[in-house]
């Protein structure tokens, strides 16, 4: 049993640079007692924006390959949501660990806009 007087925080900082797993140990000693504690963070990218802009006469398909790198060490199954007129692309893309994948985001105008 260990009193409210007894409690030490060990306050810790995590600043990720990406998006992926990160584990560690921390290891606390004393003369009567030894822990390990195990902390695992899971990073999440919630979204990203960009922003791209398309000149083309009517009629007339431009396609822009737009690289997605994943330099976590899971795999990501990523789902795209379209908005505007005349934009068309696949719906899922699938980047293995350490990949860059190209997902193909085509402009296509049927009229002059």
């Not at 990160?22 to 030894?34: A, E, G, H, R, T």
């Amino acid at each position: 049993f260990l009193e409210k007087s007894a409690a030490v925080e060990l306050p810790i900082r995590f600043i990720p640079q990406y998006a992926g797993r990160y584990c560690c140990q921390i290891l606390l000693k004393s003369s009567c007692d030894v822990r390990v504690y195990m902390i695992e963070c899971v990073v999440n990218t919630n979204h990203a924006e960009a922003e791209l802009e398309f000149l083309s006469p009517a009629y007339q398909a431009v396609i822009q390959d737009i690289p997605i790198s994943n330099i976590s060490g899971q795999d990501w199954k990523l789902e795209a949501v379209l908005e505007g007129q005349s934009f068309y692309g696949p719906p899922l893309l699938c980047v293995g660990p350490g990949e860059t994948a190209r997902y193909p985001l085509m402009f296509k105008p049927i009229a002059e806009c």
